[in-house]
């Protein structure tokens, strides 16, 4: 979008590593067609922390899931384009796409029991994904896996590496797969819900982390969390999505702060927050719509307390909203631009 | 609700709704047979002696992480666990070792459960309205089928569905909406306590504010006395009167719950809020927090927390403190019960 | 007419529909279980009727076979019964022991797995170790067992009366185990569901939990399984009485019909073996085909 890659220059000159434009996703079934994400748009610079909000439902995992071709069967990216520096990476076959996935972006979800093969070693796991994606000796990629158990906090990872996952702790056993996601030193990290699996005291171990690598290695990284005081901790920016669509994008503070969408104020107040408890909290009434019953014009209507009539008719477009964008009639196009 | 009424005792306004006295649960860890037999049994101590003492309408919370017993604690009270030892008083009437189905119902009417998961807690086969009058029939609480689908309307509106919704499948319904099916169940019967055992954890934030609302305008409009468990401490710090902080089947700090959040004295306790992260911002002052939750099946010696806690002492690591009232509240920590406060 | 349209749009229509291995499986099933219910009014000779039976045709081969004639579409046998009258009777036998057997099977498989998945504990291993001693005797050695018994126990013409029941009640009770094994294991997993937790909160009778609580929740499973049993259970069934302790040959079933041709296949006789085993093959493989369609669509898990 015009008026999103605009922002870009004015929030940072860096050309953006991961650029995603208008993205739609379908899903094809004999019952339809269904629509999951809409027009998404959003860019990560180098080094820089997006985070992905939403409630479950609006299309958060399917964004990571789509930027790296993991999109179930009956699923399309079937407009937009989505590019990785210069190469646009929507339109790849499965194998250049698998050489990718790992290798210019690595992957951190949420359950680290699933993402770990029980039956190998961490070393094992590790040698295999180093010398799959990188031109490397056995030994090699020993040495260098050892290495990245060190990078992750993992104590004494000479002994370590030869551990089976499950001698690891819940918070290990994370550090381990984000170890994995490192291997071939990928330019961008896509993590889906890396805490939710973890205990408030592992998660803040293992966010101090991710900030740590951004701040070490320059790395990008796409956070995907329902959790809005995670997003808070390590995000630069973030986007809000709500059914398949970014309502909102803007530096943190901002969003959290002052969110310029009625979607995202209605979200923050409804967040219960330490040592307040006789305030009744906000809610939104209602539910998400679901992705086969998404009303006319804006979303989030049905539920908005300042909808207004243009909002039942016309779906509004990402425009600037004090810092960041909103999608939003409230802020109408330039130059009339006023809040 | 005329029902609860008839039946409460009059002495109780002065008792407190629940009492817990010392309550042990451990779990028989041991596989075979033949271990069994040569004595080498393998026991999980889920609950090491807890005391928990709650008022008539308020709300008692039990926090802690994951495996920390809060969750084994909600199941002996309502009786899905037998507990191994020790006291559970409901209206000053020790209930945790009758015994017979029999002689159980009268307490099962007053004491109901809400569960974390909206989609395990329905039974999916059964339409709304035969869920929420399970516990109307089992007790024989109305005479006809008319009066029973009445109540059950009443019950659908007063957590804000409507008396339609009863004639469809739990699976026509959000995870939301599910959780206020749950609710209309816990309600059915008029109970005096329910147990919410993560009720919102795995709702959405939105959602996650009405379900909290709704808790707080029925304890207010029934005199509710709820029982939380939840590790979400946001949540915690919303909801209830007091609080207990579990770490490995211990409360490691009980008492008033504006005390304990606006200045938590156990260096768990700390550890716990400081970790939170919070949408406030950078401005949080994080304490250290190093290492994971021991194994319980074979936890620490002397206070369980001492291998994670920067206040540790030789005493901490031999002999398990005992809980004692330290600037209002009870903490089971050594160096707060010497010198009431820990070294800055 | 809304019902079929109903199941048309259903998930379950949908994969059916657009399987035509199932379709045509579904097909030779409906058929063949017609054309046995309604044997009496269907089949062409009344092979059990002596009255009407003529010596002089025994022994014709199919009507397309030189020799043959079109009032015996299949041929007949060596006192001149139609085969296909005879297969559609005897089908009927089949089905009825295949299916009061697995209804045997289930009635004491299913309370049993239940109390057992249920309440755990001592009762538990008593029930499951009974159950998998059982599983060590192959299935026609304990039919083979029961039939004995009460072979020597009964005088011989009581016997003939009620060797359909022995038969029913030998399959039935050799192969209730893997019904108990399965509803034990989906009890455990549903017993832990928290739906049940809140009626045992609430104080629900432990047996109207299992009954109405677990029950149908269990339900599909043990629906896949009754129609692969089913198959299972005309083959034993076959078995046995190829074997001749079945049913006797004044009532006879598929198998007894493949016994009887079995004495002709080498003198030239071929078509009294070979169209009863040819309906039994064609039943079985197609019942197994449903059942394996059923356990793929009731399977959450691959959906």
């Known amino acids: ?339 | ?344 | 007419m809304s019902i079929l349209r109903r199941f048309a749009n259903s998930d379950l229509g949908y994969s059916f529909l657009h399987s035509r291995v199932v379709v045509a499986a579904a097909i030779v099933v409906a058929v063949v279980v017609v054309a046995a219910v309604g044997a009496d009014a269907l089949a062409p000779h009344n092979p059990f009727d002596l009255a009407s039976l003529e010596l002089f045709d025994a022994l014709t081969p199919p009507a397309w076979e030189a020799g043959g004639q079109w009032i015996y579409p299949l041929g007949t046998d060596d006192q001149g019964r139609d085969v296909l009258s005879a297969i559609m009777y005897g089908t009927r036998v089949s089905l009825m022991v295949g299916f009061a057997s697995v209804a045997l099977s289930m009635a004491i498989g299913i309370p049993l797995g239940m109390i057992s998945g249920y309440f755990g504990g001592m009762l538990d291993s008593v029930i499951m170790r009974f159950a998998e001693i059982q599983l060590t005797f192959p299935a026609i050695l304990i039919a083979l067992l029961i039939d004995g018994i009460v072979r020597t126990a009964l005088p011989r013409d009581i016997h003939s009366d009620i060797a359909v029941f022995v038969l029913i009640a030998a399959i039935g009770f050799s192969n209730w185990v893997q019904y108990a094994r399965t509803v034990r294991g989906m009890t455990l997993v549903e017993r832990s569901k928290e739906y049940v937790q809140a009626a045992q909160v609430t104080g629900v009778h432990p047996l109207l939990i299992m009954l109405r609580h677990i029950l149908p929740n269990v339900a599909s499973p043990v629906l896949v399984i009754a129609t692969i049993g089913l198959a299972l259970a005309i083959v034993t069934e076959a078995t046995l009485s190829f074997l001749g302790v079945g049913v006797p040959p004044t009532q006879p079933s598929l198998g007894t019909l493949i016994r009887i041709g079995n004495d002709f296949l080498f003198s030239g006789e071929w078509w009294i073996a070979t169209f009863p085993s040819v309906t039994l093959v064609a039943l079985v493989i197609s019942v197994n085909l449903l059942g394996d369609w059923l356990r793929d669509v009731l399977n959450p898990r691959l959906n």
Request: proline share 7%; charged share 20%; aromatic share 4%.
């Open chain 1, 1 to 339: 979008m015009m008026q999103e890659a605009a922002a870009h220059k004015t929030a940072s000159e860096a050309a953006p590593l991961l650029d995603v434009r208008d993205m739609t996703v379908q899903f094809f079934s004999r019952h339809g067609t269904l629509t999951a994400l809409d027009n998404v748009s959003f860019a990560i610079r180098p080094g820089e922390v997006l985070g992905i909000v939403g409630e479950s439902g609006a299309g958060k995992s399917l964004t990571g899931a789509s930027i790296v071709g993991l999109l179930p069967d009956s699923g399309r990216v079937t407009a937009g384009e989505i590019r990785l520096g210069e190469q646009r990476i929507d339109n790849l076959d499965r194998t250049r796409m698998r050489r990718i996935r790992g290798r210019e972006i690595g992957l951190i979800f949420q359950d680290p029991q699933t993402s770990l093969n029980p039956l190998l070693t961490v070393g094992k796991q590790l040698v295999q994904t180093i010398t799959s994606h990188l031109d490397m000796s056995a030994a090699a990629a020993r040495q260098r896996g050892i290495e990245l158990l060190r990078d992750v906090g993992i104590p004494a990872p000479e002994r370590r590496i030869d551990s089976y996952p499950h001698q690891f702790s819940g918070g290990m056993r994370q550090r381990v797969v984000i170890a994995l996601a490192l291997c071939a030193d990928p330019r961008l990290v896509i993590a889906d819900e890396p805490t939710t699996a973890l205990d408030v005291s592992i998660q803040a171990q293992v966010l101090a982390l991710l900030q740590d690598l951004v701040r070490k290695r320059g790395l990008a990284i796409m956070l995907i969390t329902h959790d809005m005081g995670v997003i808070a901790e390590v995000a630069d920016r973030i986007a809000v999505m709500y059914a398949g669509r970014i309502v909102e994008i803007g530096p943190v503070r901002q969003v959290i702060d002052s969110p310029s969408h009625p979607y995202t104020a209605g979200l923050m107040s409804a967040i219960p927050k330490l040592g307040d408890r006789a305030r009744r909290l906000v809610q939104i009434d209602g539910n998400m719509p679901r992705l086969d019953a998404v009303p006319s014009g804006c979303a989030f209507n049905p539920r908005c307390p300042r909808v207004m009539d243009i909002c039942r008719v016309e779906r509004p477009q990402l425009r600037p909203a004090r810092a960041g964008h909103a999608a939003c009639h409230l802020y109408p196009a330039l130059p009339q631009a006023e809040t």
């Open chain 2, 1 to 344: 609700m005329m029902v609860a009424q008839t039946q409460r005792p009059d002495r109780a306004a002065s008792t407190p709704q629940l009492v817990v006295k010392d309550l042990r649960k451990q779990f028989d860890l041991t596989r075979s047979v033949a271990g069994r037999l040569l004595g080498h049994q393998q026991y999980l101590k889920a609950i090491d002696g807890l005391d928990i003492e709650i008022a008539r309408g308020t709300t008692f919370s039990l926090v802690g992480e994951s495996g920390c017993g809060k969750s084994t604690v909600a199941r002996c009270i309502v009786g899905i666990y037998k507990p191994t030892s020790g006291q559970v008083l409901f209206d000053g009437v020790d209930i945790a070792q009758m015994r017979g189905r029999k002689v159980m119902l009268p307490v099962r009417r007053r004491m109901q459960m809400i569960f974390q998961d909206p989609y395990a807690s329905l039974n999916p086969r059964w339409r709304v309205s035969q869920i929420i009058a399970e516990p109307i029939r089992t007790h024989g609480l109305l005479p006809d089928r008319q009066a029973v689908q009445k109540r059950v309307d009443e019950l659908l509106v007063q957590v804000g569905l409507a008396p339609g919704d009863g004639r469809k499948y739990p699976h026509e319904f959000s995870g939301g909406q599910r959780q206020r099916i749950s609710i209309a169940r816990a309600l059915a019967s008029s109970p005096d306590l329910i147990v919410c055992d993560e009720p919102t954890s795995a709702l959405d934030v939105s959602v996650q504010a009405q379900i909290l609302n709704l808790l707080r305008d029925l304890q207010e409009e029934l005199g509710l006395t709820y029982l939380l468990i939840s590790h979400n401490l946001a949540v915690v710090a919303h909801m209830s009167t007091r609080l207990g902080v579990m770490y490995l089947g211990r409360l490691v700090e009980t008492g008033d719950s504006q005390l304990l959040f606006g200045q938590p004295l156990h260096p768990y306790t700390r550890m716990l809020l400081s970790a939170v992260p919070d949408v406030g911002g950078a401005a949080v002052k994080r304490v250290a927090i190093a290492g994971d939750v021991p194994n319980p099946i074979s936890p620490p010696s002397g206070c369980s927390f001492h291998p994670r806690c920067p206040f540790v002492q030789d005493k901490c690591r031999m002999v398990p403190p005992v809980p004692s009232m330290v600037q209002g509240r009870l903490v089971a920590c050594h160096v707060l019960a010497e010198h009431g406060e820990l070294p800055a």
